[in-house]
């Protein structure tokens, strides 16, 4: 099993906590794009053990306002996708 949330949500654009609950053990993509389909950002993150995980993630550039697209993708091919809310 494989699932994942971001917070805060709203968020402030400039930083997100991403918890992970997984079996999967190994590397996970996370991509942020805008609701146009825009990339605007990629992170990876190497899960070590099962179970709970969680990751802090500093955006690059401020996010301006607006609906942005998370996803999490694992190298077996497990996608989640969640929405982001930016103030």
Same mark, same amino acid.
């Given at each position: 099993?494989?699932?994942?949330?971001?917070?805060?949500?709203?968020?402030?654009?400039? %930083?997100?906590?991403?918890?992970?609950? =997984? #079996?999967? !053990?190994?590397?996970? +993509?996370?991509?942020? /794009?805008?609701?146009?389909?825009?990339?605007?950002?990629?992170?990876?993150?190497?899960?070590?053990?099962?179970?709970?995980?969680?990751?802090? %993630?500093?955006?690059?550039?401020?996010? =301006? #306002?607006? !609906?942005?697209?998370? +996803?999490?993708?694992? /190298?077996?091919?497990?996608?989640?996708?969640?929405?982001?809310?930016?103030?």
């Amino acid at each position: 099993s494989f699932s994942f949330e971001v917070a805060p949500n709203p968020n402030n654009g400039k %930083v997100m906590k991403v918890f992970i609950t =997984s #079996a999967y !053990v190994g590397e996970i +993509n996370i991509d942020i /794009m805008d609701v146009l389909g825009k990339h605007i950002d990629s992170y990876s993150f190497e899960l070590t053990e099962s179970g709970q995980s969680t990751f802090n %993630v500093e955006f690059a550039e401020k996010l =301006s #306002a607006g !609906v942005y697209i998370v +996803n999490a993708q694992t /190298m077996n091919g497990k996608a989640i996708t969640k929405r982001l809310i930016v103030n």
